[in-house]
């Protein structure tokens, strides 16, 4: 007689039928066997939730600091937009009062040239400077023949008020 091979209780069909066979003999010892059962696999069960927990957690934190990283990108980008378009703007002003102040001195070179032929004076020192390049002090009005057209223009209608009053 070959001795008796040993249950494979791995297997499902083998496994029923012993514990069909072992709920005839002893049912309490049946009983306590599913106990430790439904015991053992709610054990894997936790472990396997709490393997779960983690590898999530550990994916909500990555995701967590990528999307801080990003958000802080985000926010250097935005500032440095900033940045450069309050600095286009403060150029722009700049340009503005440059152009402002040329047309100005502009206006006042064309005023005085024609005052100076007006009264025939040095256009860059009116006489009043001894290192003047132009009329070395020498231009005070009348130093040059008047201009007539801006002699009419200028002094004139000043001269005839005058005679008036
Ligand atoms: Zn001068």
């Known amino acids: ?97 440059i152009k402002l102040q040329k047309s100005q001195i502009e206006f006042y070179a064309q005023l005085i040239k024609e005052l100076s032929l007006a009264l025939g004076m040095c256009p860059q020192c009116a006489g009043r400077k001894s290192d003047c390049r132009l009329c070395y002090g020498l231009g005070s009005p009348g130093y040059m023949r008047p201009d007539l057209k801006m002699l009419q223009k200028w002094v004139r209608p000043s001269v005839e008020a005058q005679r008036k009053s």
Not at 25 to 30: N, T
């Open 1 to 97: 007689m070959s001795e008796p091979s040993i249950p494979d209780i791995t297997d499902p069909v083998t496994k029923e039928v012993l514990l069909k066979q072992l709920e005839t003999q002893s049912p309490e010892l049946a009983m306590l066997y599913k106990g430790i059962e439904k015991y053992v696999q709610e054990q894997e069960a936790d472990v396997e939730d709490s393997l779960e927990i983690a590898y999530d957690d550990e994916i909500a934190q990555s995701y967590d600091s990528l999307v801080e990283q990003y958000n802080a990108l985000v926010d250097e980008v935005e500032r440095s937009e900033q940045e450069r378009f309050k600095r286009r703007s403060e150029i722009a002003k700049l340009k503005k009062i």
